[in-house]
DNA sequence: GTCTATAATATGATAGAC
DNA sequence: GTCTATCATATTATAGAC
Protein backbone atom coordinates (compact mmCIF):
# COMPACT_ATOMS: atom_id res chain seq x y z
CA UNK A 1 0.00 0.00 0.00
CA UNK A 2 1.25 3.23 -0.92
CA UNK A 3 1.15 4.61 2.55
CA UNK A 4 3.72 2.22 3.52
CA UNK A 5 6.17 4.33 1.71
CA UNK A 6 6.68 7.09 3.82
CA UNK A 7 8.55 6.23 6.94
CA UNK A 8 8.01 6.57 10.72
CA UNK A 9 10.40 9.38 11.24
CA UNK A 10 9.01 11.41 8.30
CA UNK A 11 5.28 11.11 9.76
CA UNK A 12 6.79 11.92 13.03
CA UNK A 13 8.35 14.74 11.93
CA UNK A 14 4.76 15.65 9.41
CA UNK A 15 2.72 15.99 12.52
CA UNK A 16 5.43 17.43 15.12
CA UNK A 17 5.84 20.29 12.48
CA UNK A 18 1.83 20.37 11.89
CA UNK A 19 1.19 21.11 15.85
CA UNK A 20 3.92 23.62 15.88
CA UNK A 21 2.90 25.13 12.54
CA UNK A 22 -0.55 25.68 14.00
CA UNK A 23 0.40 27.23 17.01
CA UNK A 24 3.25 29.36 16.37
CA UNK A 25 3.07 29.37 12.48
CA UNK A 26 5.73 28.87 9.77
CA UNK A 27 8.02 32.01 11.17
CA UNK A 28 7.49 30.77 14.60
CA UNK A 29 8.17 27.53 14.27
CA UNK A 30 12.15 26.47 13.98
CA UNK A 31 13.05 23.33 12.94
CA UNK A 32 15.27 22.78 16.09
CA UNK A 33 11.77 22.70 17.83
CA UNK A 34 10.05 20.61 15.33
CA UNK A 35 13.17 17.53 15.68
CA UNK A 36 13.13 18.47 19.39
CA UNK A 37 9.63 17.45 19.42
CA UNK A 38 10.47 14.59 17.07
CA UNK A 39 13.47 13.26 19.63
CA UNK A 40 15.81 13.64 16.82
CA UNK A 41 18.56 16.26 15.82
CA UNK A 42 18.13 18.86 13.45
CA UNK A 43 20.35 17.62 10.92
CA UNK A 44 18.66 14.00 10.93
CA UNK A 45 15.57 16.08 10.15
CA UNK A 46 16.83 16.78 6.61
CA UNK A 47 17.56 13.00 5.79
CA UNK A 48 13.89 13.16 5.19
CA UNK A 49 12.93 16.84 4.30
CA UNK A 50 14.86 19.01 1.54
CA UNK A 51 14.56 21.85 3.95
CA UNK A 52 11.89 24.03 6.92
CA UNK A 53 9.51 24.73 3.61
CA UNK A 54 9.57 21.15 2.29
CA UNK A 55 8.07 20.51 5.62
CA UNK A 56 5.43 22.83 5.61
CA UNK A 57 4.09 22.18 2.06
CA UNK A 58 4.01 18.41 3.17
CA UNK A 59 2.00 19.83 5.79
CA UNK A 60 -0.53 21.69 3.80
CA UNK A 61 -0.81 19.42 1.01
CA UNK A 62 -4.41 18.43 2.11
CA UNK A 63 -5.36 22.23 3.66
CA UNK A 64 -8.15 22.82 0.79
CA UNK A 65 -9.75 19.20 0.51
CA UNK A 66 -13.07 19.42 1.10
CA UNK A 67 -16.00 17.32 1.58
CA UNK A 68 -18.35 19.12 -0.49
CA UNK A 69 -18.26 17.60 -3.92
CA UNK A 70 -20.06 18.97 -7.29
CA UNK A 71 -21.32 15.59 -7.88
CA UNK A 72 -25.42 15.44 -8.35
CA UNK A 73 -25.28 19.31 -7.72
CA UNK A 74 -28.14 19.26 -10.01
CA UNK A 75 -30.34 16.83 -8.08
CA UNK A 76 -29.48 17.38 -4.89
CA UNK A 77 -30.11 20.77 -4.87
CA UNK A 78 -33.88 20.20 -5.52
CA UNK A 79 -34.34 19.03 -2.08
CA UNK A 80 -33.42 22.73 -1.39
CA UNK A 81 -33.39 23.61 2.52
CA UNK A 82 -32.31 19.79 3.25
CA UNK A 83 -29.30 20.49 0.55
CA UNK A 84 -28.42 23.33 2.97
CA UNK A 85 -28.70 21.38 5.66
CA UNK A 86 -26.16 18.91 4.23
CA UNK A 87 -24.04 21.26 3.90
CA UNK A 88 -23.72 23.28 7.09
CA UNK A 89 -23.67 19.47 8.89
CA UNK A 90 -20.53 18.78 6.47
CA UNK A 91 -18.92 22.55 7.32
CA UNK A 92 -19.85 22.12 11.34
CA UNK A 93 -18.15 18.93 11.41
CA UNK A 94 -15.16 20.39 9.73
CA UNK A 95 -14.83 22.95 12.02
CA UNK A 96 -14.72 20.80 15.10
CA UNK A 97 -12.78 18.24 13.64
CA UNK A 98 -8.80 18.54 15.17
CA UNK A 99 -6.83 17.75 12.44
CA UNK A 100 -9.24 20.10 9.87
CA UNK A 101 -9.31 23.07 13.17
CA UNK A 102 -4.97 22.58 12.79
CA UNK A 103 -4.56 23.30 8.76
CA UNK A 104 -7.67 25.82 9.56
CA UNK A 105 -5.64 27.89 12.04
CA UNK A 106 -2.22 27.42 9.80
CA UNK A 107 -4.14 28.83 6.64
CA UNK A 108 -5.30 31.72 8.91
CA UNK A 109 -1.81 32.76 10.15
CA UNK A 110 -0.36 32.34 6.74
CA UNK A 111 -3.23 33.67 4.58
CA UNK A 112 -1.96 37.04 4.53
CA UNK A 113 1.88 36.39 4.31
CA UNK A 114 1.74 33.54 1.85
CA UNK A 115 0.46 34.33 -1.37
CA UNK A 116 0.34 30.55 -2.88
CA UNK A 117 -1.57 30.09 0.13
CA UNK A 118 -3.36 33.13 0.01
CA UNK A 119 -4.75 32.11 -4.27
CA UNK A 120 -5.38 28.75 -2.90
CA UNK A 121 -7.90 29.58 0.04
CA UNK A 122 -9.54 32.00 -2.71
CA UNK A 123 -9.79 29.35 -5.50
CA UNK A 124 -9.88 26.40 -3.76
CA UNK A 125 -11.68 27.17 -0.34
CA UNK A 126 -13.58 30.15 -1.45
CA UNK A 127 -14.80 29.88 -4.95
CA UNK A 128 -15.01 26.19 -5.23
CA UNK A 129 -17.88 26.55 -2.27
CA UNK A 130 -18.98 30.06 -4.08
CA UNK A 131 -19.72 28.09 -7.22
CA UNK A 132 -21.20 24.91 -6.11
CA UNK A 133 -23.92 26.99 -3.67
CA UNK A 134 -24.35 29.03 -6.98
CA UNK A 135 -25.44 25.77 -8.88
CA UNK A 136 -27.41 24.92 -6.38
CA UNK A 137 -29.07 28.39 -5.65
CA UNK A 138 -29.63 28.53 -9.75
CA UNK A 139 -31.57 25.11 -9.68
CA UNK A 140 -33.78 26.17 -6.19
CA UNK A 141 -34.60 28.97 -8.66
CA UNK A 142 -35.54 27.00 -11.64
CA UNK A 143 -37.40 24.83 -9.73
CA UNK A 144 -39.59 27.33 -8.32
CA UNK A 145 -38.42 26.93 -4.60
CA UNK A 146 -36.80 30.02 -3.87
CA UNK A 147 -37.30 33.39 -5.04
CA UNK A 148 -35.27 34.64 -8.35
CA UNK A 149 -32.24 36.88 -7.57
CA UNK A 150 -28.60 36.77 -8.14
CA UNK A 151 -27.62 32.88 -7.47
CA UNK A 152 -23.67 34.30 -6.95
CA UNK A 153 -24.61 36.34 -4.18
CA UNK A 154 -26.90 34.49 -2.26
CA UNK A 155 -24.16 32.00 -2.56
CA UNK A 156 -21.86 35.21 -0.77
CA UNK A 157 -24.35 35.76 1.52
CA UNK A 158 -24.82 32.12 2.83
CA UNK A 159 -21.54 31.08 2.89
CA UNK A 160 -19.87 34.03 5.02
CA UNK A 161 -21.63 33.16 8.28
CA UNK A 162 -20.03 29.51 7.95
CA UNK A 163 -16.79 31.25 7.88
CA UNK A 164 -17.55 33.72 10.42
CA UNK A 165 -18.92 31.38 13.22
CA UNK A 166 -15.73 28.64 12.02
CA UNK A 167 -13.30 31.32 13.28
CA UNK A 168 -14.79 32.47 16.15
CA UNK A 169 -14.66 28.77 17.12
CA UNK A 170 -11.01 28.04 16.41
CA UNK A 171 -10.83 31.28 18.31
CA UNK A 172 -12.43 30.14 21.75
CA UNK A 173 -10.69 26.83 20.61
CA UNK A 174 -7.37 28.31 21.11
CA UNK A 175 -8.25 29.75 24.44
CA UNK A 176 -10.09 26.81 25.48
CA UNK A 177 -13.01 28.37 26.31
CA UNK A 178 -16.41 26.70 25.76
CA UNK A 179 -17.72 26.52 21.97
CA UNK A 180 -21.41 25.42 22.81
CA UNK A 181 -22.81 28.54 22.28
CA UNK A 182 -21.14 28.64 18.54
CA UNK A 183 -22.16 25.30 18.14
CA UNK A 184 -26.03 25.85 17.07
CA UNK A 185 -25.41 29.16 15.35
CA UNK A 186 -25.03 26.56 12.17
CA UNK A 187 -27.97 25.38 11.95
CA UNK A 188 -29.90 28.60 13.12
CA UNK A 189 -28.30 29.52 10.89
CA UNK A 190 -29.53 27.49 7.98
CA UNK A 191 -33.34 28.38 9.53
CA UNK A 192 -32.74 31.88 9.50
CA UNK A 193 -31.36 32.08 5.13
CA UNK A 194 -33.97 29.65 4.25
CA UNK A 195 -36.77 31.50 5.14
CA UNK A 196 -35.49 34.59 4.09
CA UNK A 197 -35.25 32.92 0.62
CA UNK A 198 -38.07 31.02 0.51
CA UNK A 199 -40.57 31.76 -2.15
CA UNK B 1 -0.74 70.71 21.59
CA UNK B 2 -0.29 66.94 22.75
CA UNK B 3 0.97 65.83 18.92
CA UNK B 4 3.60 68.29 19.37
CA UNK B 5 5.28 65.51 22.31
CA UNK B 6 5.82 62.84 20.41
CA UNK B 7 8.93 63.70 18.34
CA UNK B 8 9.67 63.48 14.57
CA UNK B 9 11.67 60.51 14.46
CA UNK B 10 9.73 58.38 16.72
CA UNK B 11 6.55 59.34 14.55
CA UNK B 12 8.27 57.82 11.44
CA UNK B 13 9.63 54.98 13.65
CA UNK B 14 5.99 54.68 14.40
CA UNK B 15 5.07 54.97 10.74
CA UNK B 16 7.98 52.66 9.30
CA UNK B 17 6.60 49.94 11.66
CA UNK B 18 3.25 50.43 10.85
CA UNK B 19 3.93 49.30 6.94
CA UNK B 20 6.24 46.58 7.81
CA UNK B 21 4.23 44.81 10.20
CA UNK B 22 1.03 44.71 8.06
CA UNK B 23 3.19 42.54 5.61
CA UNK B 24 5.75 40.69 7.25
CA UNK B 25 4.02 40.57 10.68
CA UNK B 26 5.64 40.74 13.79
CA UNK B 27 8.23 37.82 13.67
CA UNK B 28 8.56 38.89 10.14
CA UNK B 29 9.74 42.32 10.99
CA UNK B 30 13.32 42.90 12.28
CA UNK B 31 14.33 45.59 13.73
CA UNK B 32 17.20 46.12 11.30
CA UNK B 33 14.53 46.41 8.77
CA UNK B 34 12.67 49.43 10.85
CA UNK B 35 15.64 51.02 11.35
CA UNK B 36 16.66 51.41 8.10
CA UNK B 37 13.19 52.15 6.70
CA UNK B 38 13.40 55.36 8.86
CA UNK B 39 17.35 55.95 7.52
CA UNK B 40 18.88 55.54 11.09
CA UNK B 41 20.51 52.96 12.93
CA UNK B 42 19.37 49.97 15.09
CA UNK B 43 20.51 51.22 18.27
CA UNK B 44 19.21 54.45 17.38
CA UNK B 45 15.84 53.28 17.82
CA UNK B 46 16.43 52.13 21.41
CA UNK B 47 16.77 55.88 22.05
CA UNK B 48 12.74 56.22 21.42
CA UNK B 49 11.37 52.70 22.20
CA UNK B 50 12.40 50.22 24.73
CA UNK B 51 12.49 47.20 22.65
CA UNK B 52 10.52 46.08 19.92
CA UNK B 53 7.00 44.97 21.51
CA UNK B 54 7.14 48.51 22.89
CA UNK B 55 7.19 49.43 19.19
CA UNK B 56 4.73 46.99 17.72
CA UNK B 57 2.46 48.06 20.65
CA UNK B 58 2.41 51.46 19.73
CA UNK B 59 1.21 51.04 16.66
CA UNK B 60 -1.53 48.89 17.59
CA UNK B 61 -2.64 50.91 20.09
CA UNK B 62 -5.74 52.36 18.06
CA UNK B 63 -6.31 49.34 15.92
CA UNK B 64 -9.87 48.88 17.36
CA UNK B 65 -11.08 52.04 17.81
CA UNK B 66 -14.31 51.98 16.26
CA UNK B 67 -16.70 54.37 14.42
CA UNK B 68 -19.73 52.61 15.43
CA UNK B 69 -20.95 54.29 18.75
CA UNK B 70 -24.11 53.51 20.97
CA UNK B 71 -24.93 57.10 21.46
CA UNK B 72 -28.61 57.45 20.39
CA UNK B 73 -28.88 53.69 19.20
CA UNK B 74 -32.51 54.09 21.19
CA UNK B 75 -33.56 56.62 18.64
CA UNK B 76 -31.23 55.58 15.64
CA UNK B 77 -32.54 52.43 15.72
CA UNK B 78 -36.27 53.65 14.75
CA UNK B 79 -35.16 54.39 11.71
CA UNK B 80 -34.48 50.53 10.49
CA UNK B 81 -33.31 50.03 7.56
CA UNK B 82 -31.89 53.18 7.31
CA UNK B 83 -29.81 52.77 10.90
CA UNK B 84 -28.77 49.13 9.21
CA UNK B 85 -27.85 51.15 5.79
CA UNK B 86 -25.28 54.09 7.96
CA UNK B 87 -23.75 51.30 9.96
CA UNK B 88 -22.70 49.58 6.98
CA UNK B 89 -21.39 52.53 4.86
CA UNK B 90 -19.23 53.39 7.68
CA UNK B 91 -18.23 49.65 7.68
CA UNK B 92 -17.25 50.31 4.40
CA UNK B 93 -15.36 52.96 4.79
CA UNK B 94 -13.30 51.62 7.22
CA UNK B 95 -12.79 48.72 4.90
CA UNK B 96 -11.36 50.97 2.34
CA UNK B 97 -9.14 53.24 4.69
CA UNK B 98 -5.35 53.03 3.80
CA UNK B 99 -4.75 53.43 7.48
CA UNK B 100 -7.43 50.98 8.81
CA UNK B 101 -6.65 48.52 6.23
CA UNK B 102 -2.99 48.05 7.42
CA UNK B 103 -4.02 47.84 11.37
CA UNK B 104 -6.28 45.27 10.14
CA UNK B 105 -3.79 43.38 8.27
CA UNK B 106 -1.97 43.23 11.40
CA UNK B 107 -4.75 42.14 13.11
CA UNK B 108 -5.24 39.27 11.17
CA UNK B 109 -1.78 38.04 10.46
CA UNK B 110 -1.76 37.75 15.21
CA UNK B 111 -4.97 37.23 15.66
CA UNK B 112 -4.03 33.16 15.93
CA UNK B 113 -1.08 34.23 17.37
CA UNK B 114 -1.11 37.27 20.20
CA UNK B 115 -3.78 36.16 23.03
CA UNK B 116 -3.74 39.65 24.17
CA UNK B 117 -4.53 40.63 20.33
CA UNK B 118 -7.21 37.76 20.01
CA UNK B 119 -8.94 38.58 23.47
CA UNK B 120 -9.28 42.64 22.22
CA UNK B 121 -10.51 41.44 18.52
CA UNK B 122 -13.25 39.33 20.53
CA UNK B 123 -14.23 42.12 23.52
CA UNK B 124 -13.96 45.07 21.25
CA UNK B 125 -14.57 44.46 17.45
CA UNK B 126 -17.27 41.60 17.91
CA UNK B 127 -18.52 42.07 21.05
CA UNK B 128 -18.90 45.77 20.56
CA UNK B 129 -20.67 45.43 17.58
CA UNK B 130 -22.72 42.23 18.06
CA UNK B 131 -23.99 44.39 21.38
CA UNK B 132 -24.94 47.67 19.77
CA UNK B 133 -26.88 45.60 16.57
CA UNK B 134 -28.47 43.73 19.23
CA UNK B 135 -29.78 46.58 21.07
CA UNK B 136 -30.63 48.00 17.70
CA UNK B 137 -32.54 44.93 16.60
CA UNK B 138 -34.06 44.90 20.18
CA UNK B 139 -35.35 48.62 19.66
CA UNK B 140 -36.72 47.42 15.92
CA UNK B 141 -38.63 44.68 16.93
CA UNK B 142 -40.18 46.74 19.59
CA UNK B 143 -41.14 49.32 17.31
CA UNK B 144 -42.91 46.66 15.08
CA UNK B 145 -40.62 47.27 12.31
CA UNK B 146 -38.95 43.74 11.64
CA UNK B 147 -40.15 40.36 12.86
CA UNK B 148 -39.73 39.16 16.20
CA UNK B 149 -36.40 37.00 16.78
CA UNK B 150 -33.20 36.64 18.74
CA UNK B 151 -31.80 40.26 18.07
CA UNK B 152 -28.04 38.58 18.86
CA UNK B 153 -28.91 36.07 16.57
CA UNK B 154 -29.64 38.51 13.38
CA UNK B 155 -26.62 40.70 14.49
CA UNK B 156 -24.32 38.02 14.10
CA UNK B 157 -26.07 37.14 10.63
CA UNK B 158 -25.80 40.35 10.12
CA UNK B 159 -22.50 41.54 10.68
CA UNK B 160 -20.54 37.92 9.58
CA UNK B 161 -21.16 38.99 5.66
CA UNK B 162 -19.45 42.46 6.27
CA UNK B 163 -16.10 40.92 7.96
CA UNK B 164 -16.09 38.08 5.25
CA UNK B 165 -16.30 41.00 2.68
CA UNK B 166 -13.82 42.64 4.64
CA UNK B 167 -10.96 39.79 4.59
CA UNK B 168 -11.57 39.38 1.17
CA UNK B 169 -11.11 42.89 -0.08
CA UNK B 170 -7.65 42.60 2.18
CA UNK B 171 -6.84 39.67 0.32
CA UNK B 172 -7.29 41.40 -2.86
CA UNK B 173 -5.78 44.51 -2.32
CA UNK B 174 -2.48 42.42 -1.23
CA UNK B 175 -1.83 41.05 -4.66
CA UNK B 176 -3.27 44.08 -6.20
CA UNK B 177 -6.58 42.49 -7.56
CA UNK B 178 -9.35 44.84 -8.00
CA UNK B 179 -11.91 44.95 -5.39
CA UNK B 180 -14.95 46.45 -7.81
CA UNK B 181 -17.08 43.45 -7.69
CA UNK B 182 -16.77 42.97 -4.16
CA UNK B 183 -17.57 47.22 -3.32
CA UNK B 184 -21.28 46.39 -4.15
CA UNK B 185 -21.86 43.47 -1.77
CA UNK B 186 -22.17 45.63 1.15
CA UNK B 187 -24.83 47.51 0.17
CA UNK B 188 -26.82 43.85 -1.39
CA UNK B 189 -26.12 42.82 1.94
CA UNK B 190 -28.13 45.60 3.35
CA UNK B 191 -30.98 44.86 0.92
CA UNK B 192 -31.11 41.32 1.11
CA UNK B 193 -30.79 41.35 5.53
CA UNK B 194 -33.50 43.73 5.42
CA UNK B 195 -36.01 41.89 2.80
CA UNK B 196 -35.56 38.91 5.07
CA UNK B 197 -35.97 40.12 8.50
CA UNK B 198 -39.11 43.03 7.56
CA UNK B 199 -42.25 42.28 8.92
C1' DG C 1 19.56 7.08 9.55
C1' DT C 2 21.41 9.37 13.56
C1' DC C 3 24.93 11.70 15.77
C1' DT C 4 28.59 15.71 16.80
C1' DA C 5 30.59 19.64 15.02
C1' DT C 6 30.45 23.60 12.54
C1' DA C 7 29.43 27.16 9.31
C1' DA C 8 27.04 31.39 7.81
C1' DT C 9 23.78 34.47 8.85
C1' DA C 10 20.10 37.10 11.38
C1' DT C 11 18.30 38.67 15.46
C1' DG C 12 17.27 41.69 19.77
C1' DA C 13 19.71 44.49 22.54
C1' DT C 14 23.63 47.24 24.98
C1' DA C 15 28.11 50.19 25.74
C1' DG C 16 30.37 54.08 24.94
C1' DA C 17 32.36 57.77 21.66
C1' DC C 18 30.78 61.96 19.46
C1' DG D 1 20.13 61.61 19.45
C1' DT D 2 23.04 59.16 16.31
C1' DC D 3 26.90 56.60 15.38
C1' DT D 4 30.37 52.33 15.52
C1' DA D 5 31.34 48.30 17.76
C1' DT D 6 30.05 44.42 20.04
C1' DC D 7 27.47 40.67 22.36
C1' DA D 8 24.68 36.70 23.18
C1' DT D 9 21.67 33.97 21.10
C1' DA D 10 18.89 31.64 17.52
C1' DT D 11 18.40 30.25 12.97
C1' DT D 12 18.82 27.28 8.57
C1' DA D 13 21.68 24.19 6.71
C1' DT D 14 25.88 21.13 5.68
C1' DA D 15 30.07 17.84 6.46
C1' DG D 16 31.61 13.81 7.96
C1' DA D 17 32.09 10.04 11.70
C1' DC D 18 29.55 6.01 13.25
Redesign the interface.
Known amino acids: MASARVSKTKTAIRNAALELFA???Y??TSVRKIASKVGIRESALYNHFKNKEAIFLTVCADIFTTPFSKKNIQEEAKKGKKFLANFVVQYKLVSFDANKEKLF?IM??E???D?TL??N??NEF?HHNITLLSEAFFVMMQSGLIRS??PM??A??F???L???RL?I??FR??AEPTTALST?FE??VD??W???IV
Do not use: W
Open positions: VYGKGRMILLQQRQFLHSDFMNELAPFYYQTLIDLKHFFESV
